[in-house]
């Protein structure tokens, strides 16, 4: 099973900002650092502002922080969020897809505690828990003497 | 989260072989009964034979059946052999991908942890469990009178 890039990504920069707590960082400087397409990031963001996680700040200094504090977001939340309209099988799509079996399927149910018992063990972590810091600042190259 | 149509298809063939114990159906059968390529399923079959889970019959009245009793085989295994080469994030597959934070990432742990989560709860359930019958024969049309 696989997790949307989106998903993915999101979780990447939410690491990000719970490691720099109290700081606003651009969706251009998250592009930079981890090498993603800046638009994709942006999309993420939005969403992540949408749901509630994040809260933006305009302005010199403006950017992106986590709108709550990092222990107070559970990681199962997240990756709800941003896996919304990615069905783990095809009959979990609202319109149902197109299964021979459905009506005298027992499977469903199964798949559904599945998937249950997946975002309950995320949840039992915190962005806390899983914050990554700055990277280190590339040092000047030494002048010549 | 979503997992493969090659695992979406191989439970729901499975399921078939489950509800028809000691029948042989073919792969050109079950591709007819569920609308699905027969090329995609010989394909998904075939994974089956290799992981031990179906064994295969020639000749008249051939086809492929459980090599184990339907109580024996739980969905756990099932999808792990299916979803094979599926990772869950990109810094999963053994190449490892291409994200900046690896090396100081505490959440891959988790997403193993819940990945785990997943196939366990899945492994409570047998393929007796979600069993389905072969679909009723359509009846002929009445002869006009």
């Known amino acids: 099973m696989r997790l949307a890039s989106f998903t993915d990504y ?6 990000r900002l719970a490691g720099s707590p109290g700081q606003a960082l ?8 981890f090498g993603l397409s800046r638009h994709h990031l942006a999309k993420i963001m939005q969403r992540l502002v949408q749901g509630g996680i994040v809260t933006t700040r305009r302005g010199g200094g403006g950017g ?7 222990d107070q977001i559970r990681l199962g939340g997240v990756v709800r969020l941003l896996e919304e309209g990615h069905a783990l099988v095809e009959c ?4 149902g897809g197109n299964c021979a079996i459905t009506g005298q399927c027992r499977l ?8 249950a018992a997946f ?17 280190p600042c590339r040092s000047p190259e030494p002048a010549e003497v």
Not at 127 to 133: C, E, F, T
Request: no cysteine; proline share 6%.
């Open 26 to 33: 651009s969706t251009a400087a998250l592009a930079e650092e």
């Open 119 to 135: 975002l309950a063990e995320l949840d039992r972590t915190t962005l806390a828990d899983v914050a990554v810091g700055a990277p």
């Open 108 to 115: 469903k149910g199964r798949l559904r505690a599945a998937e």
């Open 10 to 15: 999101g979780l990447r920069m939410l690491m």
């Open 64 to 70: 992106a922080m986590l709108a709550r504090a990092p």
């Open 92 to 95: 979990f799509v609202p319109a």
